[in-house]
């Protein structure tokens, strides 16, 4: 199949590198406090079984030195609002900054809206509207959250959630299962799966078209070799989410983790591990932990030295190089860090392994693996790209 894909271009959303750590450590705390415990497996019911009507589609993406945003619109004639893609919530919603512009399409559920992230909030009232992530990717009466209130969303409008659709549950007032963005592409006959790609190019500029979303199939020309899937994981909480198992290991033999269950989650910054895996790994680096910017920080000779962290998902090692580690140091200043500084992006969760989220492989990961979001068959796909072994940073 063909892929279209429509460039996007975002805000910057850039934070200190202490409200990045303590941002995603909530976010952590938030997954294995289980305060919505839904399981990953998107309900049958939400499917309408009708036949595809149109390829693969493709919708770039920007990365805004924190995390990825996309333009989206709302309405007809619609609105454009910069939204975070997040794959850790499931709910789309608009109103953080820019208000929401009621149009011809725009209809009142009567229900209430309310979700908790961890690191922010939000609630308001549901509508249904029409939802443009591209002119190819057009979604009659999504449910969208309109925020009357919102906290943590500054320079943002909301939030583009691809997460599991039963994460839905218990946000809206009806108790009704919301169907994704991606479900209702699927249901409404414009994509060819209940399945997201998801392709990032390691950073040079803090805002800057790097991405790709790729809403029903794999953008094949984004990867090298195969897309290893593995099963969401039976471990809760990790379960609830785009969960997978995975071993990690520093260098040739410091293991840090085995059979630990996790997720994978673009709506986190960092590479976050428990606290016991994180004391192993600042040991083997011999880093330090950097006071201005909360992260661990290393010299240039350090990282001459520094080793290699080897995932292994699905039966297949992912290798994550000494460069992908590091912050991209032309972004030093997002994080209000030394220019020159050279700071990890792995960081601590902050509870030990063993609590059913070991590990959240954020975008710092993500933007060296091709990475697929299986609703249809309840898997995460990876693989390598061009970019896997970039010197960047």
Do not use: C
């Amino acid at each position: 199949m063909s892929i279209s894909a429509v460039p996007f271009v975002a805000r910057v959303v850039g934070r200190q590198g202490r409200e990045i750590l303590a941002r995603d450590q909530a976010r952590a705390q938030k997954i294995i406090a289980g305060v919505r415990p839904h399981g990953p497996l998107a309900v049958r019911e939400l499917r309408s079984g009708t036949a595809p009507t149109s390829s693969d589609a493709g919708v770039d993406v920007t990365d805004a030195g924190v995390t990825y945003t996309a333009a989206v619109g709302v309405g007809s004639p619609a609105t454009t609002y910069t939204l975070l893609i997040d794959t850790g919530s499931s709910n789309t919603w608009v109103g953080a900054d820019q208000k929401y512009v009621k149009t011809s399409t725009s209809k009142s559920t009567g229900d209430s809206v309310n979700v908790s992230y961890g690191s922010g909030s939000f609630s308001g009232s549901e509508f249904t509207d029409t939802v443009a992530l591209s002119d190819e990717l057009v979604i009659q009466g999504q449910s969208i959250g309109v925020a009357s209130t919102a906290q943590g969303f500054n320079g943002v409008d909301g939030i583009l959630g691809v997460g599991p659709v039963d994460l839905t549950q218990g946000t809206v007032s009806s108790n009704q299962l919301i169907p994704t963005v991606t479900d209702n592409l699927f249901s409404q006959g414009t994509i060819a799966s209940d399945s997201l790609g998801i392709f990032y190019e390691p950073s040079t500029e803090a805002s800057e078209v790097n991405g790709e979303l790729t809403f029903g199939g794999i953008d094949e020309s984004k990867i090298t070799g195969d897309i290893t899937f593995t099963p969401i994981t039976s471990t809760s909480p990790a379960s609830n989410y785009w969960g997978i198992n995975q071993d990690l290991t520093y260098g040739e033999g410091t293991s840090l983790l085995s059979g630990s269950a996790g997720i994978v989650d673009t709506g986190t910054t960092l590479l976050m591990i428990a606290t016991d895996a994180f004391q192993k790994y600042q040991k083997a680096t011999g880093a330090t932990l950097d006071q201005t910017t909360g992260l661990l920080k290393i010299t240039a000779a350090q990282l001459d030295n520094l080793q290699s962290l080897f995932f292994n998902i699905g039966g297949t090692t992912f290798e994550l190089t000494a460069n992908a580690q590091i912050w991209p140091r032309a972004l030093n200043s997002t994080l209000g860090g030394e220019a020159n500084g050279i700071y990890l992006i792995v960081a601590d969760l902050g509870s030990p392994s063993g609590q059913g989220l070991d590990f959240i492989d954020g975008f710092g990961f993500l933007q060296r693996f091709y990475s697929v979001f299986d609703t249809g068959n309840a898997q995460v796909g990876l693989a390598t790209t061009p970019f896997t072994d970039a010197t960047t940073n």
